[in-house]
């Protein structure tokens, strides 16, 4: 990493009533499929087994240009800056490159064959591990060529052009997943069952299945959530708090009943993709959230990766604490001395990982997130 320590921005939290609006994108669909390669499924090629697609929404009052947004995917349980994480800006296939307000923009797998799919995509990812020099990609291509054991991003960058002045200077604005697991359960997924769905629960999971953000979410997922499973244990043990898909998602379509029901590949659907017409969150109107803006713009964290010791660099923001999370909530705290433009954290007694470091303004009304890598 370069000297000067670009900002490692990994999400974005708004405090008090602005939660309850849509005033940014989020995801909105996400469709994983079971299809097997060289059987057709209704299309006119055969499918190559890679009927996949992610949607974005947007909930606003207002056309919102595309150019700063970006998604990532974060293969095999990778983190920001791993070469297996790969991202590639939102283009438009043709047309401007907006998306009206109340509409979705899909992006779909370059090898899907499923009309259905075809019929509502808006971009196709790159190729797999694909160079910068294919159109749009950031890192590497790749995105829409999950498993289900891959978290997914949505990324907005404040220059209002996506990978300028750099990857690490994005903001997480949407999670699905938890960064840096790769989930091991239920045939490699993050799944989980909601009784709000029926008697008995409906089975939600990241793996063979269409799944679509519930009517009353408004916002993304911008703190990256704790793992599903306890890290590290064997057999895997569900994590208290830890990530649950069915909190948020719901399952439409499945190719398969239950985590051990019988496959049925050709019935998955994917009729909802192109519109989330069942929203009921209020329409709020877009803005780059410019307070929020200057209060991460004026927080600097570096080295990353860091040894022993990181330095938080203030300037002109007055944050009331900071603390350091890793992926089972536990917590090193910081009080920041009043007009300190520097603040040392002691991370000595850290294990290698990642790490994401809250900051919360001393009138409570900001909160941002940053990762740090500890060696």
Do not use: C
């Not at 959530?225 to 990530?243: I, K, M």
């Amino acid at each position: 990493m370069k000297k000067h320590y670009l900002l490692l921005a990994a999400a974005v939290l708004l405090a008090g009533s602005a939660h309850a609006q849509g005033t940014e994108l989020f995801f909105s669909e996400y469709a994983e499929g079971a299809h097997q390669t060289g059987m057709n499924y209704g299309g006119t090629a055969n499918s190559t087994g890679s009927e996949k697609a992610i949607e974005v929404y947007n909930p606003t009052v207002n056309t919102v240009n595309l150019n700063a947004y970006s998604i990532r995917r974060y293969s095999n349980g990778a983190v920001l800056g791993s070469p297996l994480m790969e991202e590639e800006r939102l283009i438009r296939t043709t047309g401007a490159n907006t998306l009206a307000r109340q509409s979705t923009f899909v992006v779909t797998n370059p090898d899907a064959t499923l009309p259905d799919i075809l019929r509502a995509s808006n971009m196709r990812s790159a190729a797999r591990q694909s160079g910068t020099s294919a159109p749009g990609v950031l890192q590497v291509g790749g995105t829409v060529w999950f498993n289900g054991d891959d978290a997914m991003a949505l990324v907005r960058y404040p220059s209002g052009t996506a990978g300028q002045p750099n990857v690490a200077a994005g903001v997480i604005i949407d999670i699905i997943g938890s960064i840096g697991e790769q989930p091991t359960t239920n045939g490699g997924a993050w799944s989980s069952t909601n009784p709000l769905d029926g008697t008995p629960p409906v089975y939600v999971s990241s793996a063979n299945q269409s799944i679509i953000r519930r009517a009353s979410v408004s916002a993304g997922t911008r703190a990256n959530p704790l793992p599903q499973n306890v890290p590290g244990s064997n057999p895997p043990t569900r994590n208290p708090g830890g990530y649950d898909i069915s909190a948020q998602w719901r399952m439409y379509s499945t190719a398969f009943n239950g985590p051990m029901g019988t496959a049925n590949p050709g019935g998955q659907l994917y009729d909802r993709l192109g519109e989330h017409s069942d929203y009921i969150g209020p329409f709020g109107v877009y803005g780059p959230l410019a307070t929020l803006e200057k209060f991460n713009n004026g927080i600097s964290l570096y080295p990353n990766p860091a040894t022993g010791t990181a330095t938080v660099e203030l300037k002109d923001v007055n944050v009331g604490s900071i603390v350091v999370l890793n992926n089972l909530g536990q917590r090193i705290e910081a009080q920041p001395v009043a007009g300190a433009q520097h603040v040392t954290l002691n991370i000595s007694g850290l294990k290698a990982g990642l790490y994401f470091v809250q900051f919360v303004s001393a009138d409570g009304q900001s909160k941002i997130y940053k990762t740090l890598q500890v060696q």
